[in-house]
């Protein structure tokens, strides 16, 4: 395994997957609420294939995220002929509500950034920004490049230029870790090296360690 040398200055970091996961899945929530309401899973299971349909374009801010939201939860709500279960979908079952750390999360970023400069490199909503207070983690790192946000996504050259310009980071002195090997490629596209993060044979200070970066 070859290893990252001390001209690293620039950890890049993907959100989901990597800091934090929502370990109770979309439709799993949305099922836990209305089975408590007394629906069968057939129906909810039929209303929520309903709701797939929803178009979805390119979301840019908070406005659209919540539209969007309303409008597929609202398909559900319809579809079991409850109109009014819209909100409660819409506050109860939201992602950005659901987001736990992965349990070395916190340990690693107090580490790195006593060191690197730290970023994030998501393809993510508006909320997804939010998050990171909920979490307690955004005075870990110095720049947040959401999808939403920039008109670009991973694995597209232009986030990640994006990302280093922001930090006025060198791409030879960056790294970015990601749970997606098609986002990792991209990274490497640009000039960025990339650490590709498989949680289900390491956690974050293992792969780390072995990068001779921990």
Known sequence: MDQLNNEVKVIFFDAGGVLF??????????????????????????????AKQTELSFISNWNEEEQYFKRYYGTI????GDIELTNELFFFA??????????????VLEALSKKYKLGVISN??????????????????????????????????????????????RKEESIFIDDKLENIKGA????????????????????LKERNLW
């Open 21 to 50: 996961e929502t370990f109770v899945k979309g439709d799993e929530r949305v099922s836990n609420i209305l089975i408590e309401r007394g629906y069968q899973k057939s129906e909810i299971d039929d209303a929520i294939k309903k």
């Open 94 to 107: 939201h992602y950005a509500g659901h987001c736990e750390l992965f349990p070395e999360v916190k340990e």
């Open 77 to 80: 709500a319809e579809e079991l």
């Open 124 to 169: 993510a909503m508006p909320s997804m920004d939010w998050i990171f207070d909920r979490l307690g983690i955004r005075k870990y790192f110095d720049s947040f490049i959401l999808s939403a946000n920039v008109s670009s996504e991973k694995p597209e050259e232009t986030i990640y230029n994006i990302a280093l310009e922001q930090l006025k980071a």
């Open 188 to 207: 490497e596209r640009v000039g960025i090296r990339g650490l590709h993060l498989d949680r289900e044979k390491l956690n974050l200070i293992e792969l």
